[in-house]
């Protein structure tokens, strides 16, 4: 059967790199073995799901370069829902429950402190009919919960290898709430049997729920997928994202100048067997990608590792595939400002800085007088070429008696305004004799 995964986020806020990680095993899984990335929107919760949002994961998704075949919304699906939930009332593993949930929330508290697991204890289902039409005459609504077969539920987990759930040891969980709205759960395998889902990747918080929701693919007559549950990711601190997704949104890295195969590249690596470097491609780390390469630990993200594998990425990107994207940053140097430059980018945008450097003006940066003086003069015509510099600096270390950091740092700050940077023989060519002898005299050029 063809691989077919889904990636399913909910349109009620941006995409943080957690959920890309996820989005990012199910695409390469998809590049490698052939088959179809369906997108899923989840937005059966109508109150909190904006357009806006779904707009905006698709975007993050289009900067990725990910691969869409298909794309459907749940909101269009209720009628399948229905139907789904209506075969599991008439089976009987679909049962109303009406307590309330601070009714529920004792019942938790008592067994707890009983030191029992806070597990439903089914008293819905002894429940007669004279009660249930006492609790309706009462205006109350009932949520409905699905009936576990209290036995052990066996898969063999891509990720995790082996694995189990008893679920005796868990709650019926409610799939339909009083309101009638579907939680999660009976949506998300309805969508699973229909769409033809071969594989589930999602992070391990997940395992429990996998569970259940085997038990509701079999009950509905269907086939479950493979599962892969993957470690989820922590800071460099070792603390859980979660706390702060705030500040890990894809619009934001993208915003910053990240670029999307650096960022793809760390999150496919971390947590595997591999090392940690850029790829060239997204069909490099689709060739390399193995869920027996993901291990069981918490997989760290570090920004610093990110700004590195980003320059990384840049250092070693030809021109031809940013002359656009420098072009609507204002650089017009061409190929040789960028083989000068981008062995000094963290992002792109630095690219800009730098051209300022070369194309000016750059305030002057006061060095001794009478160095400066001999400098301006010692400038040569040109047109120059990649000995300029040395001729320059040996008329100079000859007229001054300066050299070694004495000779090149003041020459540099005079120059270029910065300390350090690119290959001054490099700069020296671009910037030209017409506002080097300008800048050496203190003006701004």
Not at 353 to 363: A, E, I, N, R, T
Request: one cysteine or more; aromatic letters at 8%; proline letters at 5%.
């Amino acid at each position: 059967m063809p691989v077919t995964v889904r990636f399913a986020p909910s349109p009620t806020g941006l995409l943080h790199v957690g959920n890309a990680r996820t989005a990012l095993i199910n695409q390469l899984l998809v590049l490698k073995q052939g088959g179809t990335f369906v997108l899923r929107v989840d937005d059966t919760d109508l109150e909190r799901s904006k357009k806006e949002f779904e707009t905006a994961i698709e975007a993050d998704l289009a900067w990725l370069g990910f691969r869409i075949d298909a794309k459907v919304k749940q909101s269009d699906r209720f009628k399948l829902y229905d139907a789904a939930a209506a075969k599991l009332k008439a089976a009987g593993l679909l049962y109303p429950c009406y307590e309330t949930e601070d009714e529920l929330d004792r019942k938790r508290k008592i067994q707890r402190a009983q030191g029992q697991p806070p597990v439903y204890d089914r008293a819905a289902l002894t429940l007669t009919d004279a009660d249930k039409a006492k609790f309706d005459a009462a205006g109350r609504k009932p949520h409905w919960r699905f009936k576990l077969s209290h036995t052990t539920v066996e898969w063999t987990d891509q990720v995790r290898g082996a694995s189990h759930i008893d679920t005796g040891s868990i709650s019926d969980p409610i799939l339909v709430r009083e309101d009638g709205s579907y939680l999660y759960t009976l949506p998300s395998v309805v969508d699973d049997l229909d769409l033809a889902i071969t594989h589930v990747v999602r992070g391990e918080d997940h395992v429990t729920n996998s569970g259940a929701q085997i038990e509701i693919y079999t009950a509905l007559g269907g086939r479950p997928p493979l599962f892969a549950h993957t470690p989820l990711l922590v800071g460099a601190d070792g603390e859980k994202l979660s706390k702060r997704f705030g500040s890990l949104a894809l619009a934001e890295f993208r915003a910053a100048g990240i670029e999307p195969l650096a960022l793809s590249s760390l999150l496919a690596k971390i947590g595997t067997s591999d090392s940690v470097e850029v790829r060239a491609d997204m069909a490099r780390l689709a060739d390399e990608f193995d869920f027996a390469k993901i291990g069981r630990a918490p997989a760290r993200f570090d920004e610093a590792e990110l700004k590195r594998l980003n320059a990384q990425l840049l250092h070693e990107t030809p021109y031809e595939r940013v002359a656009d994207r420098l072009a609507a940053l204002g650089v017009d140097g061409g190929a040789d400002f960028w083989d000068v430059a981008r062995a000094n980018v963290e992002t792109l945008g630095d690219a800009a800085s730098w051209w300022k450097v070369v194309s000016g003006p750059v305030d002057p940066v006061s060095v001794d007088a009478a160095f400066a003086a001999a400098a301006a003069d010692s400038v040569p015509d040109g047109p120059y070429t990649a000995e300029s510099w040395t001729v320059f600096t040996d008329a100079v270390k000859e007229k001054t008696g300066a050299k070694g950091k004495n000779l090149f740092m003041p020459l540099r700050l005079a120059l270029t305004g910065r300390p350090r940077g690119p290959e001054m023989d490099k700069l020296f060519v671009l910037i030209g004799p017409e506002k080097a002898k300008k800048r050496l005299q203190g003006e701004a050029a």
